[in-house]
């Protein structure tokens, strides 16, 4: 077998086995699979032999076929379902509704008031004993009989309005928890595994896998069940998850045959058991369940806590204002109710000298309900607890339209961090190219062919190398199969450069098929799998006088530099020396490699028959002195829509970045195509091994300073290793350069970029080409493997916070009326102008309702126009303060106007200073009906955050907004015309009613006089706009005291910045004069002559042959991206918040000189400290 990666395993154990009833006709029972899968190396092995004789007698009993696995027959499929179960653990039973409900209930503010809805009920049924009511002061004047009776209306509606919100509330968590699931199963689906049924290679959904099923393993895989393996080569597990042992443990047939399947739970990534062909990842395998399931019972409590713990940055932010603003609120509602009632005291006790009667007591208690309910209004109002519904309905909705985008996201949260992202690290193949790789050039026999040789002109000795090598030493795993389609490409299953290598074999009319039939996968002697660490793969043949010979492939540099002969132009091998190699290397591989292909060198060995066994756990010995066979280069042309996409990010401000393993010249030829770097700019290319010794300092420990130097400029980094990915990775995060700290996105599909997915602030797995360990760890993937996706996944974050702005927007205009309204209206007319019902349905409107049509707007391609907001910018920017308090100013005028005036302008009764069971008055009705129009026009301004003039662009496109309201219209008319006495309305004629719309019609008026203030006149708001920053910035950031001055300087006063900037120039020309001082001893050499002894004395690491002109050395950098790192503590508040700000200043310094020397000023030399404070 090529790849080691393929081994089969017969499976016997299943996740949640059903209790065995029948063991069928099998030779084998559940009880027995299942005390055996307990077993552990040598005891299993002992008891296999001692039960089964070998893997192949269990394979007889459980009647599979080890070569052909099973017939894949329905009926033969059912019976193993009956008596063995089936390959899945069921899932935790869902909330029911009523559940829901009950927890909606436990709302404080909802039990609040509820208790005075039901004080308020009693008392109203409560009927004084006879006598002289008037005894009891002027409270209840004009109180007619049928008046009295209907006190219990109140009441009723208040407890009916909290059953809709909790109705409301119940129902939307129940939708989002089946939106949760319904992604849950189709994350589940999606992975596959390999099985054979028939003799032929299949992938199967991993439920679907049966007891007797025979399995292919590769590299990477997670296992999906427990297994015996049945034959396979360097096969590694990581097994930490069962045992805890952070080694790989090696599974062989003759030591270790058991294979068990991880603990596997779903959003703890920690918890995974891999199977690790070599040293890469591998499998994941459920567990068995034991008989009684009673090990289930724990697991799901386990599991039940899980999602807790994902709190977003929006998240966080949001509930910290929400607390804020509702401590605010209850500030309020105490401070009304004690108004109400020293007022009510006094005005009766005091103003009108009247005793305190027995019989009064309860009237007397009905005002102070009365009072507390309208406290309590004005608390449930001011509380915005719309805010984490709006939060969860707009990530449920963007993540189910994400899915028609290619992009199915595990986690919610990693959503909306994507429109933070400020940096993208993309690897190179398959995601910025189509990953559908042919051989386009090659060396052969001394001569370099620019498109594939006739195969007459190939000596048949070579040929036969070439074939050999190629059919052996790929994977069995990749082949070439007959296009789907008529007249389309050939499929290319397996690993795509192993294809395009298969695909030069069929160019040249050859047939790797008759090969691998000739030499089967079980006669291969041994395999070196390919991994990032050797960046080769070699297979062993053992012939039949007794030699060996080993084939290699691999990157074209690594292999070569083993190479000790090549076969010349006849097809006889001869030597081959490190001069010769360098030849190759210009003449052949950087010209390959500059116009963008892969280069990839073919070689073999022979170790003849008479000699001793070489040592094979010996990589280094054996593979070495390898005969070159060829050197190809493959191409993979850059996708179409990839070039366009990179221009989308580099506008919206995010740098894409190319992480890759080829070559530095392929990389930079496809950079260049797809513009992540552009001519004449001036960025850094850098091999894995170079970025290595600039971020390290002399103990060979890694400097964030050193990373900071680098990254700022970095766009291509090649020949990269997994660790480097990370390394990059982590340094930008932790990277303190700029104001704004950095968010990145990386995307990845092997094994071994699991670390930097994890690491990254979002990880992209592809969904095609990528490992189960890579999906794993990601928390999106790519459904397409392609970049445009992540593009379209930026979109939707910044419409997920643009959403949550908008309704921040709506609500909080809302709350401040309202609040304002009932406060100010109970202190002067001693009760609230908007009922406790009204304030609810104003409540319902506002929270639920908006919340829907607010969270729900579809992006447009405009949001990828801004730069992203960063990690720590407040959630109300200056702009929406600006709108939410100029409409509220609009709304105040109106509903006050309306409250004092209003009986004069309509010429209607007076509504203030009604008795205690009033009818509802005409004039309350208008203030009321006013008011929520208002609101539903200011709904229509709340859809633009960003000052822009039309508001009602692309309305049509959002079919909800404009369905809830239009509903909240109509709603509205039946209550004011038909609520009556629940609601406290009265009828309204047309004339009043165009009054009431007109009014609200002011809003969009208003709004565009607003949008005209320009919001840097207002520089008042500022701190408003920034009110929740201290407590946004997560603590670890705080722990960073440049992290903390960046915060501080914008609020620190002038004369402390000036304190500041003086120190800070102090000490850049201490620097300065010390740096001159240290140099003068060197002589101040012109830049082009300066020799680079510099170099060797301050970074003894270097060596000559490092120094390349064309590989801008340490110091290069140094001299421009010191500048901004040497004034971090302090960055000066510079008008242009931009980035790169300090840098810019050097760039031009440097850029003149660059060409005449390759080590540019190094740090200790005077010209580095000048550009540095200037």
């Known amino acids: 077998m090529g790849d080691m990666a393929n081994n089969s395993i017969a499976y016997s154990g299943v996740k949640n086995a059903v209790k065995e009833t029948n063991h069928g006709d099998f030779g084998v029972t559940l009880a027995e699979l299942r005390s055996l899968m307990e077993l552990r190396a040598a005891d299993a092995l002992h008891k296999i032999q001692e039960c089964y004789g070998d893997v192949h007698g269990i394979c007889a009993k459980l009647k599979t076929s080890p070569n052909e696995g099973l017939s894949g027959n329905p009926a033969d499929i059912e019976r193993r379902e009956a008596v063995f179960g089936k390959n899945f653990i069921p899932p935790k039973k869902p909330k029911t509704f009523l559940q829901l409900v009950w927890e909606a209930l436990q709302d404080v503010t909802l039990i609040i008031l509820e208790i005075a809805a039901v004080v308020s009920l009693g008392l109203s049924f409560y009927q004084p004993p006879g006598g002289n009511e008037s005894l009891c002061g002027s409270v209840n004047v004009g109180e007619e009989e049928e008046e009295s009776e209907a006190g219990w209306i109140e009441g009723a509606a208040i407890l009916l309005s909290v059953v809709c919100v909790v109705l409301v509330t119940a129902f939307n968590d129940w939708s989002k928890e089946k939106q949760f699931r319904g992604l849950q199963s189709r994350i589940e689906q999606e992975q596959k595994f390999t099985v054979i049924r028939g003799g032929q290679v299949i992938q199967i959904p991993v439920a679907d896998i049966i007891v007797g099923d025979i399995a292919q393993v590769k590299y990477g895989d997670l296992l999906p069940a427990d297994g015996v393996l049945i034959q396979g080569n360097d096969l590694k597990i990581d097994e930490s998850s069962l045992t805890g042992e952070s080694d790989h443990v090696k599974k062989s047939l003759d030591r270790d045959p058991m294979l068990l399947s991880g603990k596997k739970q779903d959003g703890a990534v920690e918890n995974r058991n891999k199977a690790k062909a070599q040293d890469g990842a591998a499998m994941e ?75 009064c007591t309860p009237i007397y208690i009905q005002y102070f309900v009365k009072f507390f309910i309208i406290g309590v209004t004005v608390l449930v109002v001011a509380v915005p607890e719309g805010l984490p519904l709006a939060v969860t309905i707009s990530l449920a909705y963007s993540v189910k339209k994400m899915m028609r985008d290619n992009n199915l ?14 940096a993208i690290c993309s690897d190179k193949t398959g995601t910025l190219t189509m990953n559908r790789m042919t051989v386009v050039q090659a060396y052969i026999n001394e001569k370099h062919y620019k498109k594939i040789p006739e195969p007459e002109a190939i000596p048949e000795k070579t040929m036969a190398y070439l074939v050999t090598g190629i059919s052996v030493n790929c994977a069995y795993t990749s082949k070439i199969l007959p296009p789907e389609k008529e007249g389309g490409l050939p499929r290319h299953v397996g690993n795509k450069t192993e294809c395009a290598l298969l695909g030069l074999l069929l160019d040249l009319k050859r047939d790797y098929q008759d090969v691998r039939n000739e030499i089967p996968e079980e006669d291969l002697y041994k395999v070196y799998t390919f991994n990032s660490v050797r960046k080769s793969m070699s297979t062993v043949l053992k012939n039949s006088d007794g030699s060996f010979r080993i084939f290699s492939k691999g990157a074209s540099e690594i292999v070569l530099k083993k190479c000790f002969k090549i076969l010349s132009a006849n097809g006889e091998p001869k030597v081959f020396r490190p001069r010769d190699r360098d030849d190759i290397v210009k003449t052949v591989i950087e010209p390959m490699a500059s116009e963008g292909l892969r280069t990839i060198c073919l070689a073999f060995r022979d170790f003849p028959a008479g000699e001793p066994e070489p040592e094979w756990d010996n990589e280094n010995d054996i593979v070495t002195g390898l005969t070159c066979i060829a050197v190809v280069g493959i191409e993979d042309p850059v996708r179409p829509e990839v070039p366009d996409a990179i221009k989308k990010c580099q506008r919206a401000g995010i740098t894409v970045r190319m992480v890759t393993g080829d070559n530095i010249n392929t990389a930079r030829a496809i950079a260049l195509k797809c513009g992540i770097l552009n001519p004449g700019e001036d960025f850094l290319c850098l091999e894995g091994k170079d970025f290595n010794r600039r971020i390290r300092n002399e103990k060979g420990e890694i400097e964030q300073e ?40 990386v995307t990845g599909d092997g094994t071994n970029d699991g670390p930097a997915l994890k690491k990254a602030d979002v990880g992209f797995a592809m969904g095609i080409a990528g490992t189960d360990v890579a999906k794993e760890a990601s928390d999106i993937i790519l459904t397409d493997d392609n970049f445009t996706s992540i593009v379209k996944a930026v979109m939707w974050g910044r419409n997920v916070y643009d959403s949550i702005s908008k309704f921040l927007q709506f609500q909080l205009t809302v709350n401040v009326v309202a609040v304002i309204v009932a406060f100010t209206g109970a202190c002067i007319t001693q009760d609230s102008p908007l009922k406790a019902v009204q304030m609810l349905w104003v409540n319902l409107i506002m929270d639920t309702l908006a919340s829907l049509a607010l969270a729900t707007e579809p992006p447009t391609e405009s949001l990828l126009l801004r730069k992203p907001y960063g990690r720590n910018k407040p959630l109300i920017s200056r702009t929406m303060m600006k709108n939410i308090l100029g409409h509220a100013f609009y709304q105040l005028v109106v509903v006050f106007t309306l409250l004092f005036a209003g009986e004069k302008i309509f010429d209607i009764d007076s509504g203030r200073n009604a008795p205690l069971h009033a009818p509802p008055s005409e004039h309350y009705t208008i203030v009321f009906n006013t008011f929520v129009m208002m609101q539903l026009f200011n709904e229509i301004n709340a859809r633009k955050i960003h000052g822009e003039r039309n508001v009602f662009e692309g309305i049509f496109n959002n079919a909800i907004f404009c369905s809830i309201v239009l509903g909240t219209f109509i709603v509205q008319i039946i209550i004011v015309q038909f609520g009556g006495k629940p609601f406290s309305c009265s009828e309204l004629s047309v004339e009043q009613w165009l009054w009431s719309i007109f009014l609200g019609m002011g809003t969009l008026l208003w709004g565009q006089l607003i949008s005209t203030i320009p919001t840097s006149r207002l520089k008042f708001l500022k701190e408003a706009g920034h009110g929740t920053q201290k407590e946004e910035i997560p603590e670890e950031e705080l722990a960073e005291d440049v992290e903390e001055i960046d915060h501080a300087e914008r609020e620190l006063r002038r004369g402390q910045i000036l304190w500041f900037r003086g120190l800070n120039r102090i000490q850049t020309q201490i620097r300065v004069v010390n740096a001159f001082r240290s140099s003068l001893y060197e002589g101040l050499e012109k830049p082009e002559t300066r020799s680079s002894i510099h170099n060797f004395m301050t970074h003894p690491e270097f060596r000559i042959e490092d120094s390349e002109p064309h590989i801008p050395l340490i110091d290069d950098t140094d001299a421009e991206d010191d500048a901004p790192t040497k004034r ?6 510079s008008p242009n918040r931009n980035n790169n700000n300090a840098a810019d200043g050097a760039i031009h310094l440097t850029a003149g000189r660059r060409n005449k020397s390759a080590t540019s000023s190094s740090p200790g030399s005077p010209l580095h400290s000048l550009e540095t404070s200037l």
């Open 285 to 359: 395998m459920q567990p068995l369940k034991s008989e009684d399931g009673g090990d289930g019972d724990e697991k799901d409590k386990k599991r039940s806590n899980l999602p807790k713990k994902e709190k977003s940055v929006l998240q966080g932010k949001l509930t910290k204002l929400a607390v804020q603003i509702g401590k605010a609120g209850l500030l309020m509602s105490a401070i009304t109710v004690i108004i109400l009632v020293l007022y009510f005291v006094i005005d009766t006790f005091w103003v009108q000298k009247r005793p305190w009667l027995a019989e």
């Open 409 to 422: 996201v595990r986690h919610l949260d990693a959503c909306e961090t994507m429109g933070n992202a400020t």
């Open 706 to 745: 050193r990373i900071d130097k680098i990254w700022p400029k970095l766009r291509v980094l090649a020949r990269s290793s997994p660790t480097d990915k990370h390394t990059l990775v982590k340094g930008i995060i932790d990277s303190t350069v700029f104001e704004q700290r950095q968010v990145v996105a």
């Open 1128 to 1133: 971090n503590p302090t960055p000066p508040p």
